[in-house]
């Protein structure tokens, strides 16, 4: 009798063994590919550098930055023929690529030597610089598309070297690109009185795409607290 019922177990583990499996209890292994991307499959380290830096800036995701063009460049200078006040650039010729993106609705322009490890903003789109004053202040800041925010000080006329200090924020971003719709090529002295003892020198500059060229006293207001609450956000990172 006992070997009867071995003969059966055999019989119902083969029967098991040999019929099909379901897995069920397996864990099951789900890749998504993007519905759209307009990003080629295959990126140079110039395209690569620049697509990562525009999404994070913007804190958008990859897919929805489109490559609109990869140029070769022989660049004038190590600071990939970007120049901004204080930025001090080593002349030497630099090969490398000049890449354009868009991401909503607006073409960014980034700048890269050869393998893509430098990596500078091109489109300025707002430039703010303070001098002067009794506590002798010297202080720029240049704020690209991209969001990227850079800027220094200077003093007795040495100037720390520029470099990125912030990113604007999303609302900030929104604020900046109605101006920017609005507004031409706008420049607002905010100065002291030439002849004031201890003048402070306030100018900023505001590179828009719109139609009007004159602002209210109101608008020029709000232009110049937005740079320096902005300066000032940033005052620390500076020091």
């Not at 519905?35 to 395209?47: D, F, V």
Request: hydrophobic letters at 40%; a negative charge; aromatic letters at 6%.
């Amino acid at each position: 009798m006992k070997k009867v019922w071995i003969s059966i177990i055999l019989l119902i583990w083969m029967f098991t063994a040999c019929a099909p499996q379901t897995p069920t209890d397996q864990p099951s292994i789900i890749i998504e590919m993007p519905t759209s991307t307009n990003i080629p499959a295959n990126l140079t380290p110039a395209q690569r550098v620049a697509i990562t830096a525009l999404s994070e800036d913007l804190d958008l995701s990859a897919d929805k930055i489109t490559l609109v063009s990869t140029e070769a460049v022989d660049w004038p200078d190590d600071c990939l023929g970007v120049v901004n006040e204080g930025l001090v650039c080593a002349q030497v010729i630099t090969p490398g690529f000049r890449v354009i993106l868009e991401a909503n609705g607006r073409q960014v322009e980034y700048r890269t030597n050869e393998n893509g490890t430098q990596l500078r903003p091109a489109t300025v789109v707002f430039t703010w610089k303070r001098e002067g004053g009794i506590a002798g202040f010297c202080d720029y800041m240049t704020v690209y598309l991209s969001g990227e925010v850079h800027g220094g000080s200077c003093k007795q006329g040495q100037y720390v070297e520029e470099r990125l200090i912030d990113v604007l924020s999303k609302e900030e971003i929104a604020k900046l690109d109605k101006w920017l719709k609005n507004y031409g090529n706008i420049s607002i002295d905010a100065s002291d009185p030439k002849g004031v003892s201890d003048r402070m020198v306030v100018v900023l500059t505001l590179l828009g795409t719109g139609s009007q060229q004159t602002l209210s006293t109101s608008n020029e207001q709000e232009l110049m607290n937005f740079a320096q609450e902005l300066h000032q956000r940033l005052d620390s990172n500076l020091k």
